[in-house]
């Protein structure tokens, strides 16, 4: 029961009005409150263990009487979605069972591994523009030849086509404020190490990219979430929460987030940036999907002008160019840079010499080569959206404007039984709950746009198969729940 009552977010009564919105309907006014708090906390727009308001202080904000958000309470209690004790306020948590959809068959179908349709990685082919670059790479590399390969920091040419980059973005960069690292996993996993341990809370996003969320359990830190709704980041909450739990590093997604595709704008930017001077806490934002800007300009640096030595970034040639290129980048203060250099060498003294030379070279041809990225993912996007509308037309997508996949809100919190049924249907995809950092997204679904059309369309076939085997009874508009989705 401590560990249940135990919380690092607490939201008000303001906050709770705000994020049910509209949560009214005909019927008795405590069970509509109840049901638009309970999808609150299932879909982890309202995270576990976040210390809810007092009654009398949420009926003011709903403008209802106590007795309504009494009955409310009480009813979410009996089914174990709050917990209270004297003197520890009421906190979210969730049921020892929920609900489950209906069983699957247990029959499997005699596909072949060549027949699935593999959307549990959100990744593109490479670029048309990749061979030339690998070709241009193969000419430089004579000259590294004579030399031992090992670069710890990155090759010089490398670091130096990055910082240009960040330059040319708004945030003047050195090439000593830049380090090479093996794929953006890497960059991850050294910034959480290098600044949180065993017990040490490290802040994220929820829902949030699930390999970040690995590097910090793996560094047996504690998780921290704060949600992150159809409008993005609730700034007030993250700086509360910053406040209240004093995380050793904080991780975001400013661009196009994995998996609900919401970016910060620019003042949202240089408020984040501003806190995170203020409270001396690292601030890390992930740009990997930055130059994957499908729709309007590209987002504002993360970094600002660069003078922040508690904001840093990161990148990744991965997404944007090909997975099969491992390098990655952090660019921080050159002190941040060196700590971060010495640590690798522990376990990796230096990234691919050829990967990084194509990585440079593509850089100098970026805007053909993204140009033309952009136009096929922007392409497969709209697919995909009128292929779901077609065939699943209860299914509601976000339109992201940039990034590789949608985030689809389901209508039912059965994401982890579709996940493991879609198999058998020719597809597999990742559930909501994969990119949670608390329990919950079960009503999500992440489905990425990266494949060619006719296997996207090989792919909506089976999930449309899956769905219907599932045989999820939808309600009728009229009775829909509140709309608290998280796209």
Known sequence: MADELSSDRRI????????????TRPGPAYVALADALRQAVLSGALPLRTRLPGERELAEALRVSRTTTTAAYDALRDEGYLVSRRGSGTVTTLPARLPQPGPAPTRPTSLRPDDLVDLTTAAPQAPEGLHDAVRD?????????????????????????????YTERGTPTTPDQVLVTTGGQEAIHLLVAAHA???????????TYPHALDAVRAASARPVAVPSGPDGLDLDLLASTVRQASPRLAYLIPDHRNPTGTSLSADERVRVRDLAVRTRTLVVGDEALTDLTLDGPEPASFAGDGTAAQVACLGSASKTYWGGLR?????????????????????????????????????????TVLAQRRAMLRERRDLLRGLLAQRLPGWR???????????????????????????????????????????????????????????????VDGLARAWAELGVVERAPAQAEPSLVVI
């Open 12 to 23: 008000s009564g303001h906050g709770v009005a705000t994020l049910l919105g509209t949560w």
């Open 197 to 207: 341990g065993p017990g040490d809370r490290v802040l994220l996003e929820h829902p």
């Open 397 to 459: 997508p976000n339109l992201p404007p940039g990034g590789l996949a949608l985030w689809v809100d389901l209508g039912a919190p059965v994401s982890s039984a579709l996940a493991a049924l879609a198999p058998r249907h020719g597809v597999r995809v990742a559930a909501g709950p994969v990119f949670g950092v608390e329990p919950g997204l079960e009503r999500y679904l992440r489905v990425p746009f990266t494949e060619p059309p006719e296997r996207l369309e090989r792919a």
């Open 327 to 367: 390098i990655g980048w952090v660019r921080g203060h050159r002190d941040l840079v060196g700590r971060l250099t010495a640590q690798r060498a522990h376990v990796d003294i230096g990234s691919s010499v050829l990967d990084q030379l194509v990585v440079a070279r593509l850089l100098a041809e970026r805007d």
């Open 137 to 165: 790479a193969l000419d430089l590399l004579p000259r590294y030849l004579p030399t031992t390969g090992y670069s710890p920091a990155g090759l010089p040419e490398l670091r130096a086509a990055i910082a240009a980059r």
